[in-house]
């Protein structure tokens, strides 16, 4: 069969154009924040596509702008060795937990997996709306560090989303904003090596995936421009209660769906 032919088999796949449009417009958002706050991409991208496709599909679109993004803002804070020597026990849990939470969730059905993501909403929404306060002293850091990425990683290998837990612990270190950043980016990027080479590995996502995961950096930059240009003029309270009704509204669906 010609290449022609497999595009146009393709695109008459049912329900094929919704899944685009709720694509481009799920990276295009997920973009728009992430340029605005540095954060937020999967947690806004992978609910919106789950509307439409199955959560472990969503969960594999993302791969591609997940790493590339985090890549670039680790490259472009810098001190990505003092960052890694900081947070390795971190991500050596999260890896840890990664790897052993996607194989056992190869056995739950797409119906189970989405209202695991809503729960993984839920938490945020809760995070955001009473905004936990607590100290790590240095000597305990390493502890706490492992603790978080124990959770983190179990959490994302169930949803991708990782941010909840990461980034409540970020604010509780007292992290300067580019150290938040710098910080936040090389924890991210070091979590979702493992989580997207287990979902490969196990068949939660194929080389299709990879190649459309691939087309979403277009629409995810263009919404990365928009972002950076939305945060000069729009304040931080505003932006977050917009986001907390977003994910409110993302977990209920997923939930009922």
């Given at each position: 069969?010609?290449?022609?032919?497999?595009?146009?088999?393709?695109?008459?796949?049912?329900?094929?154009?919704?899944?685009?449009?709720?694509?481009?417009?799920?990276?295009?958002?997920?973009?728009?924040?992430?340029?605005?706050?540095?954060v937020g991409l999967p947690m806004l991208a992978v609910p919106?596509?789950?509307?439409?496709?199955?959560?472990?599909?969503?969960?594999?679109?993302?791969?591609?702008?997940?790493?590339?993004?985090?890549?670039?803002?680790?490259?472009?804070?810098?001190?990505?060795?003092?960052?890694?020597?900081?947070?390795?026990?971190?991500?050596?849990?999260?890896?840890?937990?990664?790897?052993?939470?996607?194989?056992?969730?190869?056995?739950?059905?797409?119906?189970?997996?989405?209202?695991?993501?809503?729960?993984?909403?839920?938490?945020?929404?809760?995070?955001?709306?009473?905004?936990?306060?607590?100290?790590?002293?240095?000597?305990?850091?390493?502890?706490?560090?492992?603790?978080?990425?124990?959770?983190?990683?179990?959490?994302?290998?169930?949803?991708?989303?990782?941010?909840?837990?990461?980034?409540?612990?970020?604010?509780?270190?007292?992290?300067?904003?580019?150290?938040?950043?710098?910080?936040?980016?090389?924890?991210?990027?070091?979590?979702?090596?493992?989580?997207?080479?287990?979902?490969?590995?196990?068949?939660?996502?194929?080389?299709?995936?990879?190649?459309?995961?691939?087309?979403?950096?277009?629409?995810?930059?263009?919404?990365?421009?928009?972002?950076?240009?939305?945060?000069?003029?729009?304040?931080?309270?505003?932006?977050?209660?917009?986001?907390?009704?977003?994910?409110?509204?993302?977990?209920?669906?997923?939930?009922?769906?």
């Amino acid at each position: 069969m010609s290449a022609a032919a497999l595009w146009d088999s393709w695109l008459s796949t049912p329900g094929m154009a919704q899944m685009l449009t709720v694509g481009l417009l799920s990276f295009l958002v997920g973009g728009v924040v992430k340029g605005a706050i540095g954060v937020g991409l999967p947690m806004l991208a992978v609910p919106m596509m789950s509307l439409v496709m199955p959560a472990p599909q969503a969960m594999a679109l993302v791969a591609v702008p997940v790493m590339g993004s985090n890549l670039w803002q680790v490259w472009a804070v810098g001190q990505w060795r003092q960052n890694l020597r900081r947070f390795w026990p971190l991500s050596l849990a999260q890896l840890l937990a990664t790897v052993l939470t996607v194989r056992m969730t190869l056995e739950l059905d797409v119906r189970h997996l989405n209202r695991m993501l809503a729960g993984v909403l839920v938490l945020a929404v809760v995070l955001m709306a009473f905004k936990p306060q607590f100290d790590v002293s240095p000597q305990r850091e390493r502890w706490v560090s492992a603790a978080v990425g124990l959770c983190s990683g179990m959490l994302g290998a169930v949803s991708s989303l990782t941010g909840p837990i990461i980034i409540t612990y970020m604010m509780a270190l007292r992290l300067s904003r580019e150290q938040f950043i710098g910080g936040i980016s090389i924890v991210y990027l070091f979590g979702s090596l493992p989580l997207y080479c287990a979902m490969f590995y196990y068949d939660r996502m194929g080389w299709g995936d990879i190649g459309l995961s691939l087309a979403a950096l277009l629409p995810m930059a263009l919404g990365l421009v928009l972002g950076r240009m939305l945060g000069q003029h729009i304040s931080e309270q505003a932006f977050r209660r917009v986001l907390f009704a977003y994910l409110l509204t993302m977990s209920v669906l997923l939930i009922w769906r």
